[in-house]
């Protein structure tokens, strides 16, 4: 039984990533929702009325926890959005079983706010809340100090979604905005589902998907650094879209100069270097809301020296969210496998980040990266994009 109540769970956590980024009606959606669901009735044909609760990094199904679910994060993302506690009656509709799932994302994009707090939310056949619901105050007793931290997820569907946006720019050359914004919301969620930040970091498996690795990775970076050195959620956001679309302007760059193994010709350079021209203006004629993704696209690969490119004839301070992009856009990159060379280990790549600084990067920015990578080093999770991975670095 308790097999039939995990896979339940995992079928649930599923549609809530998949519903971040589809909208109501889309195909995609409606396929997990009913996958959930049908897996909600097999559960409720042995137990008619389950009930789980969230604590920790446990997640207890009727009086038991759930052994098939130990390393599993969404436990800890629904108690930290206020929802520790679920129960369900013998009857729920799909009607009604949608309408939950979306209250529960709903909770989970926003916050936990003061939500942690209130009664439990009745919504007719289905119960859910603060743990207390019924008094479970030995269990939370019982399971506190055996948490430990073991993140598990996979970026699949974040992956999935910046490949088509990639090859949908390509084809119909305007940006889908709200894809990217989802994707954002979706790598927030990923960070914050532990009670600390998690960097989870993508690992490239092929040359040719390092543009979708490299993109996710420094939306993550870079809100890891705004989160870092203080900036508000709202900016925070912002950058991590800017880092998203940092490299947009790639999508126009021939796949075999793209993917070329080994060094580039002059005229390949020229090619390579047009991207943040290419990018700046795909974003910027997409939507006027995304100027500061559109500045970034332009400014990434502009030094604090005034080197780089491209040629300005009247040089300014780049911005500060470019300034902040272009540190977590090294990093990333050296820190990859590329055709022409290895990954470099990440302390030569950090000494690498402090010998720039004040030249290539902004100096404060560079010194509070180092900081971040150093202080939050056990909190870096790398993942793949296929299947989920236990994954802290010890
Ligand atoms: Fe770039
Ligand atoms: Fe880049």
Redesign the pocket.
Known sequence: MSAEAAKFLNSFAQSLSTMSLYSQGHPARERVIDSAYAYLRRLQETDLTPQFSFLGLNVIYGEVALRELKEWDWGLRLANAGIQRLEFAASVDRTEFEAFLDDVLARLTQGSGDSATQSPERQSSIRFGAVGVRGSAGLVRAVEDKETSTYQYSLSEEADTMRWLHDEVQTTGELPLMEAESVVRSLSLAMHGDRDIVIPLLQLKEFDQYTTTHSLNVSVLAMALGEFIGLGSTDVRAFGVAGLL??L??VRIPKEVLTKPGKLTDSEWTIMRR??MD?ARIIFESDRQLDLASAV?YE??IMINGNGYPERRFRRECHKASRLVHVC?VYDALRTNRPYREAWEAERVLANIESGAGTEFDAELATSFIQMMRQWERRVAVVDDQSPLPAPLA
């Open positions: 940092h490299d302007g790639k991207h943040p990018g696209a990434h690969h856009d």
